[in-house]
């Protein structure tokens, strides 16, 4: 199933993902793709509002992962600065994967098919200055 939402504004993307993060549970798994300011940050947070997590969301570029408690664990992952299957390995990332948190993976396409099947994905695309396509895309299979 494809889901596409447009939003004008980072409160309206905060709202989109606050809404899919509804349908999300422990072990879900959220595949975020999108260009450098695309807004999957800001998305992770309006996944987080929902979660009831009183953190600060912010990229976790250099930190690699940012582990969160709220109504379930939220694992934010940021993968930009990696360049090897064998650096992404070194993560310890299937513990993460198939743990029983709530996965969301920036630059997630650096997986390739270590992203699990029932992975959900969100495309998250600039169109003009604050306006962004937002596809969440479910594996019906």
């Not at 422990?26 to 595949?31: L, M, T």
């Not at 695309?38 to 947070?45: E, I, L």
């Not at 250099?62 to 990696?82: A, C, S």
């Not at 070194?90 to 993976?105: N, P, T, W």
């Amino acid at each position: 199933m494809i889901m596409k939402h447009i939003t004008h504004s980072e409160q309206d993307t905060i709202k989109v993902a606050h809404e899919f993060a509804e349908t999300l549970e422990p072990g879900s798994v959220v595949a975020l793709i999108g260009d450098l300011g695309a807004g999957k940050t800001v998305f992770a947070r309006g996944v987080a509002k929902f979660l009831e997590i009183q953190e600060k969301i912010t990229s976790p570029t250099f930190t690699l992962i940012n582990e969160y408690n709220g109504k379930f664990r939220l694992y934010h992952m940021d993968l930009y600065r990696l360049n090897s299957v064998k650096e992404i390995e070194d993560l310890g990332i299937d513990d993460y994967l198939y743990g029983d948190g709530i996965c969301l993976i920036e630059w997630a396409e650096k997986l390739d098919d270590r992203i699990p099947p029932y992975a959900i994905t969100v495309t998250l695309k600039l169109i003009v200055r604050d306006t962004r396509e937002i596809t969440i895309e479910r594996n019906d299979a």
